[in-house]
């Protein structure tokens, strides 16, 4: 019942949109992959049907970001870290799935520890080869590093910028130490080589299209998940603490609790986005700590809309599809085009794409109607 009562009245016009089209989305691509030869004009190939499936987890990623920014007023410039080490939690267990297959051919130890004369599984990789233990840790290990970060930060009443530059600080200093070879996470090269998941080929067509719908579920559950987090009791003092902290606090809320919330919920969902991009690429690597990838999530945010969710999923589709496009045209010119579309957002579409189309739309629908004789005389 409770369920029920949600979806009907908590879920705005846009949500519904949103969610349905992710739902004939997830069912869809799938078809037209398998069930549609490649010499149709419907036929969406595996690369398309991969690019797409990476898409939805930057989408997913997106909307975390925009529950803590957009609803909490937190510019988070660390939320790459936490997507990647989702990421390095799934790849932890597709290698140990490889086992004998790899180029040493060591049931135990992946190549990379061979190559570097392991003796002997490090401690951090054991229980890997549980799928289970593996979803585990991609929710867990997000989740406790926020959690922690947030306990401090948010009790010292670190805020705005310097909390900005604090969680890029976070992601950096991952960035380097996953670099190391003895941290015994790949080094520079990462994690990759992935050979199958659950015993099936992660190269095959079916795989991959129960990957791609995977994404999509998580997109769909992410945007509930969130949109009943904004639209609670909480949700509204959650604004509250983004327009007005010290008035919030003065008024007898625990501010950092509530901040310390809704920062581990979103790490957890850049988690599972991570552990959903890792098979679909094919390969993780501590690149995705770099604080430039953090930054350009929030450039998603803004140019779909913050604070509206969906915006924050539209906006990662609009610049991933563009830079899908514009780094093939011109490779050179991409991250110029990407400052400048950012500044154009910020100047021309403050709200971004759909807080700006939404009201126009609303202001279209309560414009007055002219009068009858008027619109008589105008037509003579």
Known sequence: ?????????KIDRAGWIF???????????????LAVPPSSAFHVSNTAMGLWGKYMTYALLAVAV????????ILSLGHGAFFALGG???GMYL?????????YANPILPDFMV?????????????????????????????VLAFVFGWFAFRSRVTGVYLSIITQALTYALLLAFFRNDMGFGGNNGLTDFKDILGFNIQAQPTRAVLFSLSVAALMLGYLAARAIVTSKAGKILVAIRDAEARTRFLG????????FVWTVSAVMAGIAGALYVPQVGIINPSEFQPANSIETIIWVAVGGRGTLVGAALGAGIVNFAKSWFTGAFP?????????????????????????????????????KPPASTATQAAQ
């Open 95 to 103: 290698m140990r799935q490889i086992g004998p297959r790899g180029v």
């Open 88 to 90: 390095y939690a799934m």
């Open 115 to 143: 190559f570097l004369n392991w003796k002997e599984l490090p401690v951090t990789w054991w229980g890997f080869s549980s799928l289970p233990y593996a979803l585990l840790m991609v929710c867990l290990v997000p989740g």
């Open 19 to 33: 969610l349905g089209l992710l739902a004939v989305t997830a069912v869809l691509v799938p078809i037209l992959n």
């Open 332 to 368: 050179q010119g991409w991250l110029f085009a990407l400052g400048g579309l950012f500044v154009l957002v910020t100047l021309f579409l403050p709200k971004g794409v759909l807080g700006t189309f939404t009201d126009w739309w609303g202001s279209r629908r309560t414009a007055p």
């Open 253 to 260: 809320y625990r501010v950092e609790h509530f901040k310390l």
């Open 1 to 9: 019942m409770m369920f029920t009562r949600f979806f009907f009245e």
């Open 66 to 73: 925009d529950l803590v920014w957009g609803y909490c007023g």
